[in-house]
């Protein structure tokens, strides 16, 4: 994508393609710059683009008005770097793309066990006697652990999915490595598929722990007692909560029958070790935190944790997103974290939280947040209530993106715009004139080195660290770090990490090693627990639901198979059966029926979010086609993620983690009001 391009396409007309569009166009390749007042995207070179960021951030009055986002794919190296460079520039403002992904099951794993990460490795998967996927779609978004699944079924094991979809994916099942494909009419890879209804799982997981107290009462033997005398707390209040549980609340909650979570309690007490394993369907609602610490109770009650086969397993998205975390892209690091970092570094770490994404559009929207920088991602499609938050970035004084491919995030921009082209994962970096290799770290908490091998796809790209530390040497300009060797020699990087982060010891060697090196954890390591208490802890979580009104119902949005989050590659979703459209509503016939639409109706889908004055708050999603889909629940409707992004609140987040609820939003539908070409986007 050369000068030229941007020369021909107007700002405006970029804004109004749509990101399959946009992600199309091929590589960025030289950093481009949209001046104040200006219509199109002007070349600009790379330290007056720098000039400009460290201007801007000069004129700010406070550091906390900038905010610096990160998506998912940056390395460990280049994002110690970044969260380096923005503290010492003095804000903790480090929004990342986890807020709206994993941020509950962090929170929940954290307070529960001490550590906000899973406790698995891939060979407790494959060896595992029960695995229970909840909540994720593998066949699409983690096709590899379509294997490790197979191996736990020749293995002997059972798996139970637990989804308001039926999805192929989990249903039938071949071997990817067999030219057939990985679904067809192969075997029927989930021994029991629970059909939940959308936002159940705090009332099916209750229900399960529920009856495993009441089995181990009248026949012992389920409950592991000598794990809960030794290692946990809360177990007495639990039994007493559970006893106050009525199967009315917990069918009706869960939308399954009593039979249904009996005959699971019965795998779970016939199991010899259980992995429950998760992703977005069980992070992305208002009780998810709750919901995950349920997830951890039926975990704890059967010594399911820090044995082979056996553990909590929150499956990710980004190849490195667990390892930025790691590195510090936190706006709430905690203290000790700030501490090393200040000792190690000699800069001053702010000690005020910073704000997550949910905050970062607040902030931008009340004119607090007069900068903002992202690096990677597509923060304006990624993030919920799409109009707000496009009005709220379009305030700023100046948006930066660092990335590989365009999108909308370089279109709805602030009123100046840079972007900065950088190298991708897979390709050669030459930054300080000798072939460098970053480390990431996987779900499984397992850190290797990545080498990229391509040749770039154009000599002008910088590296993200180099990028970084070019702004820092900029910005920061009577620093105690030494940036420029950090850019020479992503070593230098890797050896502050060795000394901030726990479980990094002689990372430079070990990172190297074939399949790297695996971080401690102390529950999968040694049943040590870091929480308050120092114990694991059983906890009392009241049940709570979404509430839908009469006529409406509940919506939750998700990936089809074309597509990666906001980078659209084709407009197919083979295993649903869908082709060539993404602009779908997918509902169960009896609701269609009863709400009197034709089968492929036109409708807009309107959220209904009551505010605090009792009012109902509407946003309008036009022109979606109605496909009739029996595989979901009933008054479960479920439309793809970012195109019914227009329909979250931004206010309608998770208690205690704040992730947006994209798998729970209350909706009616009407027919559309839509004329002419469908929308864009
Ligand atoms: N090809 C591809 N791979 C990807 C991605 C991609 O976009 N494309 N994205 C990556 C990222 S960042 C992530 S986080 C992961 C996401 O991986 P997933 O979490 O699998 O992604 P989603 O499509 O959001 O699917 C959520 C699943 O949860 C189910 N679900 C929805 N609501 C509920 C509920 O209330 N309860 C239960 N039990 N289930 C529910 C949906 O029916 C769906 O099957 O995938 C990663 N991998
Ligand atoms: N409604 C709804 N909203 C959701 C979700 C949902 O399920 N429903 N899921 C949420 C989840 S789980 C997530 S993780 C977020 C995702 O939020 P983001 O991470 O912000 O979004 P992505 O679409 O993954 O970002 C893709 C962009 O990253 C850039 N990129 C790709 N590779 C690189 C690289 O190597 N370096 C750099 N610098 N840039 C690169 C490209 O420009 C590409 O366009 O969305 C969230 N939003
Ligand atoms: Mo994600």
């Not at 490795?121 to 909840?134: F, P, R």
């Not at 009248?218 to 809360?234: K, Q, Y």
Request: glycine share 10%; aromatic share 6%; with cysteine.
């Amino acid at each position: 994508m050369t000068p030229a391009f941007f020369a021909q396409h107007s700002v405006a007309d970029l804004a109004g393609r749509s990101d399959y569009w946009l992600g199309q166009q091929g590589r960025l390749v030289a950093p481009m710059v949209l001046r104040e007042g200006g219509t199109h995207y002007e070349p600009i070179q790379w330290d007056e683009a720098f000039d400009l960021i460290a201007s801007t951030l000069r004129g700010l009055d406070s550091p906390d008005e900038a905010i610096f986002y990160t998506s998912g794919r940056t390395s460990n190296e280049a994002a110690f770097a970044y969260q380096l460079m923005v503290r010492a520039f003095g804000t903790n403002n480090l929004p990342d793309c986890s807020n709206m992904c994993h941020e509950s099951s962090g929170e929940a794993l954290s307070e529960t066990i001490g550590v906000g990460k899973g406790t698995v490795t891939l060979t407790d998967v494959e060896t595992s006697d029960l695995i229970i996927v909840a909540g994720q779609n593998p066949g699409t978004n983690h096709p590899r652990m379509l294997s490790a699944l197979e191996k736990v079924k020749k293995g002997g094991g059972r798996i139970i999915a637990v989804n308001p979809l039926v999805e192929a994916g989990l249903k039938r099942f071949k071997n990817p490595q067999k030219p057939s494909g990985v679904i067809g009419s192969g075997t029927d890879l989930a021994d029991q598929y629970c059909q939940i209804r959308v936002n159940g799982d705090l009332a099916f997981f209750a229900g399960i722990g529920k009856l495993l107290v009441e089995a181990d009462d009248s026949r012992g033997g389920v409950v592991d007692h000598e794990f809960i005398a030794e290692h946990t707390d809360g177990f007495e209040a639990l039994r007493g909560h559970y006893a106050s549980l009525a199967w009315a609340d917990l069918e009706a909650g869960s939308g399954l029958s009593r039979a249904e979570i009996e005959q699971v309690a019965e795998q779970v007490i016939a199991a010899d070790s259980m992995i429950i394993c998760w992703a977005m369907g069980l992070t992305q609602h208002k009780n998810s935190v709750p919901t995950l610490r349920e997830v951890i109770n039926v975990l704890l009650l059967t010594g399911n944790i820090g044995r082979p086969g056996a553990g909590a397993c929150p499956v990710r998205g980004h190849s490195n997103v667990q390892g930025d975390r790691t590195m510090g892209i936190w706006e709430r690091s905690p203290e000790w974290f700030l501490q090393r970092l200040d000792d190690r570094t000699g800069i001053q770490a702010p000690r005020k939280h910073g704000v997550d994404v949910v905050d970062a559009i607040r902030a931008m929207r009340d004119g607090k947040g007069r900068f903002f920088m992202g690096m990677g991602g597509n923060f304006v499609r990624a993030t919920p209530d799409s109009a707000a938050t496009e009005a709220a970035l379009t305030q700023t004084d100046l948006t930066v993106q660092v990335s590989t491919k365009l999108n909308s995030s370089h279109a709805i921009t602030g009123k100046q715009a840079l972007i900065l082209p950088t190298l991708g994962r897979t390709e050669k970096d030459e930054t300080g004139g000798h072939e460098q290799f970053v480390s990431v770290e996987d779900s499984m908490s397992m850190v290797h080195a990545s080498w990229g091998r391509l040749k770039p796809a154009s000599p002008h790209l910088r590296s993200e660290v180099d990028i970084v530390v070019s702004i820092a040497e900029h910005l920061l300009t009577d620093s105690p770090v030494d940036w420029a060797a950090m850019r020479a020699d992503y070593g230098v990087i890797r050896s502050h990490i060795e000394a901030v982060v726990p479980g990094f010891a002689d990372y430079e060697r070990r990172a190297q090693e074939p399949g790297g090196f695996v971080l401690p954890n102390g529950p999968r390591d040694s049943r040590t627990f870091a929480t308050e208490t120092g114990r694991a802890r059983l906890t009392v979580n009241a049940l709570s639901r979404v509430d839908v009104p009469q006529g409406r119902l509940l919506l939750q949005t998700m990936r089809s198979h074309d597509q990666y989050n906001t980078t659209i590659y084709g407009l197919d979703d083979r295993y649903r059966g869908v082709h060539g459209e993404r602009r779908v509503l997918f509902i169960n016939p009896i609701d269609r029926f009863e709400l009197g639409f034709e089968e492929g109706a036109l409708i807009d889908i309107i959220s209904e979010w009551p505010l605090p004055s009792g009012e109902i708050e509407e946003r309008r999603g036009m022109a979606f086609a109605l496909i009739d889909y029996p595989e979901t629940a009933p008054g479960c409707v479920a439309a793809y993620f970012p195109e019914a992004n227009v329909l979250v609140p931004l206010d309608s987040t998770a208690e205690r983690s704040q992730t947006p609820t994209s798998k729970s939003v209350v909706v009616r539908l009407e027919a559309s009001v839509h004329t002419g070409a469908l929308p864009q986007r």
